[in-house]
């Protein structure tokens, strides 16, 4: 998200954006506003490994020693930083930003992804003027870990074909 306001605003700074699963209105995802609200109440912490497995989900399987640094990494998070994230995604509307992004862009999602939806996707493609889509199938919400190959051959492909406009 960061990304598109920056492409948006900076385009001296920004020459090509590459978005994987990204929200443009995370507070209208019905899974995210979940994790939001669970995230205020009290209880929510220390992470269940429930939620840990839903937020690192992977269709396909993963290095057992990968989802092992993922959920390390997710716990080690203070319960201040999730609620400001959360907080911050709660308010966040890429809406009347998408317009301004000219920059050549690549939209990678993953087809498997229960934390943004197709509504999202759309709402980005339509939005930025020119941007491509491509879906990985074996993804959801984080392709770069379930798919790391496809997604950093799409992000070569997108970089030759930039080069060559």
Do not use: K, Y
Request: net charge negative.
């Amino acid at each position: 998200m960061v990304a598109v306001v920056l492409a948006a605003f900076r385009p001296d700074v920004v020459t090509r954006v590459v978005l994987l699963n990204v929200s443009v209105q995370a507070s209208r995802i019905g899974a995210l506003a979940s994790v939001m609200e669970r995230v205020r109440h009290p209880g929510f912490f220390p992470l269940t490994p429930q939620f840990i497995d839903e937020w690192a989900c992977h269709p396909r399987p993963v290095p057992e020693a990968f989802l092992a640094n993922q959920r390390a990494h997710l716990n080690a998070l203070p319960p201040v930083v999730w609620g400001q994230t959360f907080g911050e995604l709660a308010n966040a509307d890429l809406t009347p930003v998408l317009a301004l992004v000219s920059q050549p862009t690549l939209i990678l999602w993953g087809a498997q992804d229960r934390l943004a939806d197709a509504v999202q996707r759309e709402q980005l493609r339509s939005g930025i003027a020119g941007a491509r889509v491509v879906m990985i199938d074996d993804a959801a919400h984080n392709p770069s870990s379930a798919a790391p190959e496809r997604v950093a051959a799409e992000i070569a492909d997108f970089a030759a074909w930039v080069d060559d406009v």
